[in-house]
């Protein structure tokens, strides 16, 4: 069975700093990976996706991951945070023909932006 | 906003009675999938639906729990007889099925507490 495990449940970075949120997935067949994005009482919005095209993936409010076969990784980037990424942000898994058609999603990381 | 919207937004209950909340996807999306989310968790998979069929059912979908898709267009997940554990933020997400994955888009959930 798939699973994700996301590294450090807070994360806290200065405005303007590098923001990396770590994501490492266990899978027997090549999985598609997603990050979401959650706001305070409110639903998931897809930040990007992997599904075996480029390893590296840019995705919107310009985050973006890249898919590391041999460390199975999938960690989110953004070169320099803004207040308004303060949030919880989820890594998800899907694998195909795996019996399971919905999304396995990590426990989430809450970042922090210290202004 | 993704297009996917969820009535309502919150419900609180006593021990005991029975709630039905509903989902309506994106118009053109054939898939549709409810998932629950608990304080500091990641959603977990419940159920999904391919139009009006449901294909998939998570072990924690117990037997108080049932959804419908009736005509392939909106759902309903009802819960029977609810307990405390049973609160919790129940999402749905909505996809179009094209090749070997697709992208979930999810509605803004439905807030459970049960008193």
């Known amino acids: 069975a798939q699973s994700v495990t996301q590294l450090g449940s807070h994360v806290s970075v200065s405005e303007g700093a590098l923001v990396l949120l770590r994501c490492n997935y266990s899978s027997s067949v090549p999985p598609y990976l997603f990050w979401y994005v959650q706001y305070p009482n409110q639903g998931l919005q897809l930040l990007l996706k992997y599904t075996s095209a480029a390893t590296l993936v840019k995705g919107i409010n310009g985050f973006e991951a890249e898919f590391k076969k041999s460390e199975t990784s999938f960690h989110l980037t953004k070169p320099s945070a803004h207040m308004s990424d303060a949030a919880e942000y989820f890594c998800a898994v899907f694998i195909t023909g795996g019996g399971a058609d919905g999304l396995t999603f990590g426990k989430g990381t809450h970042l922090i932006i210290q202004p | 906003d993704t297009g996917v919207s969820q009535d309502p937004r919150h419900k609180i209950t006593k021990r005991g009675q029975n709630v039905t909340f509903r989902c309506d996807p994106i118009s053109e999306h054939n898939r549709l999938y409810w998932y629950r989310q608990t304080l500091g968790q990641g959603p977990e998979f419940l159920t999904y639906?391919?139009?009006?069929?449901?294909?998939?059912k998570s072990r924690l979908l117990s037997d108080r729990f049932s959804a419908e898709r009736p005509k392939g267009s909106f759902s309903t997940l009802e819960i029977q007889r609810t307990e405390q554990g049973d609160s919790a933020m129940y999402l749905c997400?909505?996809?179009?099925?094209?090749?070997?994955?697709?992208?979930?888009?999810f509605g803004p959930g439905t807030r459970l507490t049960v008193l």
């Open positions: 639906f391919q139009n009006e069929a449901q294909l998939e």
């Open positions: 997400a909505s996809s179009l099925r094209l090749a070997q994955t697709d992208t979930q888009y």
